[in-house]
T-cell receptor, first 112, second 111 residues
Framework: NAGVTQTPKFRILKIGQSMTLQCTQD?????MYWYRQDPGMGLKLIYY???????DKGEVPNGYNVSRSTTEDFPLRLELAAPSQTSVYFC???????????FGAGTRLSVL | AQSVTQPDIHITVSEGASLELRCNYS??????LFWYVQSPGQGLQLLLK??????LVQGIKGFEAEFKRSQSSFNLRKPSVHWSDAAEYFC?????????FGTGTRLQVFP
């Protein structure tokens, strides 16, 4: 049971480039989340999804997009990378009714 | 407004000493409460949770937390810290859909 898998683990982007952070879970969880973690700031919710085909904005959605075409996958898209998006990104998932979030190992992104 | 405050950014203790990490929250209803731990370079792992019932909850790795409604607090405790407990600890509050995380407390353990 792999849990929540994030790829890549590390990435360096140039300003203006685009990329997709991948997140896959094999636990058949309905809820999935994307967070960013900045030093001293804790985790901020970017987007979340309560099921396939349904997504909603979190606290800091600007500059990001998501899609949820399947239960397993919840990719996060950066269209025009900016230095302010340098951060560690975490994906998490929760089964319906359990209220516990299971986290991936994170993607460390630098935009230079 | 809903928020979580962890007033201690960094705590240093000696191995074998007791530990208490503070967490205060502001939330409209009775929240679900969580403590997560993050080891360097890793994702977050659930230590313990409070949904209802007994206000003293036990978690993994010998940790416990006490929910005090009157103080809007959910402090994390451990009677004897091990060197392997060095990590960052996050308190979180929320409901069925979303969590609000505190800014974290970094724990350093000296031998």
């Amino acid at each position: 049971n792999a849990g929540v898998t994030q790829t890549p683990k590390f990435r360096i982007l140039k300003i203006g480039q685009s990329m997709t952070l991948q997140c896959t879970q094999d636990m058949n969880h309905n809820y999935m989340y994307w967070y960013r973690q900045d030093p001293g700031m804790g985790l901020k919710l970017i987007y979340y999804s309560v099921g396939a085909g349904i997504t909603d904005k979190g606290e800091v959605p600007n500059g990001y997009n998501v899609s949820r075409s399947t239960t397993e996958d919840f990719p996060l898209r950066l269209e025009l990378a900016a230095p302010s998006q340098t951060s560690v990104y975490f994906c998490a998932s929760t089964p319906s009714g359990e209220n516990i979030q299971y986290f991936g190992a994170g993607t460390r992104l630098s935009v230079l | 407004a809903q928020s979580v405050t962890q007033p201690d950014i960094h705590i240093t203790v000696s191995e074998g000493a007791s530990l208490e990490l503070r967490c205060n929250y502001s939330y409209g209803a009775t929240p679900y409460l969580f403590w997560y731990v993050q080891s360097p370079g890793q994702g977050l792992q659930l230590l313990l949770k409070y949904f209802s019932g007994d206000t003293l909850v036990q978690g993994i790795k010998g940790f416990e937390a006490e929910f005090k409604r009157s103080q809007s607090s959910f402090n994390l405790r451990k009677p004897s810290v091990h060197w392997s407990d060095a990590a960052e600890y996050f308190c979180a509050v929320g409901n069925t859909d979303k969590l609000i995380f505190g800014t974290g407390t970094r724990l350093q353990v000296f031998p």
